[in-house]
């Protein structure tokens, strides 16, 4: 645990008790029932089965694990001012799960088998429409937020400012480190995924963001829209704009046609740097949703696209393959089909499927996913990730996943 992590837990206690003599809290009993206890805990199975383990050089893993979170919310001053601690954590069952988990991505606890640490620790600042996060925090934007695809999921250390007037919100943030499976993916300090790490590259300092959002409903269609321009230090400049129009035709029928275009300048010769535009056409009738997308990239010899450091990322974007992931310096294409449908009120299946191709290499991937909910609190998923290289099968593998979700 840091300085920083120390200097603000030690704070949260101080505040926290000199706030249980205001005048809304008599008593330090009284402060302490004040204080709000959310997360969840998770129960997971994840498997990696390879067509050809010698030719990836990977083996054939799985592992069992718990894992969650704990966010403890402390009130200092009304509503206008908190602090929120969230331990982070992951334990495997060795009992239940392989000794081949050579790489940290394909585990629920990293390599070490267990983690635990302060994945969220921050101030929190609200006056009206401003807010203002200072911490380790979840942010959610495009191409920079939580991709929770394991047991806890991933977050940021930085700043967040947001405004919000009339129909626009206004972000201004800036953020040095990350955590997370993205974040385990990249690895630029060859760090495990539950660490805190730079991003972009291990001499970046850290990522700018600003942000505006759109959303306005009309006679004729809802809008919705967004652009924002990330500047992460010593890798790339990376503009991004999407919008969205949706019709509700009836009580029944609702269709949605949506567009995203992203414009990306490397820095220090990064290699990162290109652009890419993409269409999403959608329809929804009563438990029945229907979607295809269409992405495509712009790339010179020998540069790449920026993949995003978690987020809402690209149309085409699957669980384990997005834009970006195919050999460099290579226009690439990808088509998806999506189709989700809720059997009952407690049972949904989702069925995706997308090809992203260039003119050396094309990977097929299909995902299938089943979740139930027994109530608000409790519920179940399992998915089946399918990848498939056209090219060569032996780098074809598959993922299973399920996680059995308590939230309190």
Do not use: C, H
Request: charged share 25%.
């Amino acid at each position: 645990m840091n300085k920083y992590i120390i200097s603000l837990f030690a704070t949260t206690i101080l505040v926290s008790s000199l706030n249980a003599n205001n005048k809304k809290v008599n008593s330090l009993d009284e402060y302490l029932k004040s204080i709000e206890i959310s997360g969840d805990l998770r129960l997971g199975y994840l498997s990696y089965d390879y067509n050809n383990e010698k030719a990836l050089g990977e083996k054939n893993s799985y592992e069992t694990a718990i894992g969650g979170v704990v966010r403890f919310n402390f009130p200092i001053y009304k509503d206008n001012i908190s602090m929120t601690l969230s331990p982070y954590f992951s334990k495997s069952f060795s009992e239940l799960s392989n000794d081949n988990l050579l790489s940290d991505y394909k585990t629920f606890a990293s390599i070490d088998s267990d983690f635990m640490f302060l994945g969220e620790a921050s101030l929190n600042l609200s006056y009206e429409d401003i807010s203002f996060v200072l911490g380790r925090q979840i942010i959610n934007t495009p191409l920079m937020g939580d991709d929770d695809m394991r047991l806890t999921p991933q977050t940021f250390q930085g700043a967040m400012l947001n405004y919000k007037v009339n129909d626009f919100s206004f972000y201004v943030g800036y953020f040095d480190k990350w955590q997370g499976y993205d974040a385990g993916l990249l690895s630029v300090e060859n760090k495990n995924f539950n660490e805190f790490q730079k991003m972009g590259t291990k001499d970046s300092s850290g990522t700018a963001l600003f942000g505006t959002e759109f959303k306005k409903e009309l006679s004729f269609s809802n809008i919705f829209s967004r652009a924002y321009y990330y500047d992460i230090d010593k890798y790339s400049k990376v503009f991004y704009l999407d919008t969205n129009f949706n019709n509700q035709i009836n009580n029944d029928l609702s269709t949605d046609i949506s567009f995203q275009y992203s414009n990306q300048s490397e820095d220090r010769n990064s290699g990162v740097d290109g652009f890419l535009y993409g269409t999403m056409l959608s329809l929804t009738y009563k438990d029945l949703y229907v979607a295809a997308a269409y992405t495509k990239s712009s790339l010179d010899k020998e540069k790449s696209l920026f993949t995003g450091f978690g987020g809402e990322f690209f149309y085409t974007a699957m669980n384990e393959w997005s834009m970006g992931n195919l050999s460099s310096g290579y226009d690439e294409d990808a088509l998806g089909l999506y189709t989700s449908y809720d059997i009952t009120n407690k049972l949904n299946f989702s069925f995706y499927t997308t090809t992203y191709e260039t003119d050396v290499d094309e990977v097929k991937e299909n995902d299938y996913m089943i979740s139930y909910s027994f109530n608000e609190n409790l519920n179940i998923e399992a998915m089946y990730f399918d990848i498939n290289d056209e090219k060569d099968s032996d780098n074809s593998y598959d993922i299973f996943l399920s996680r059995l979700i308590y939230k309190f």
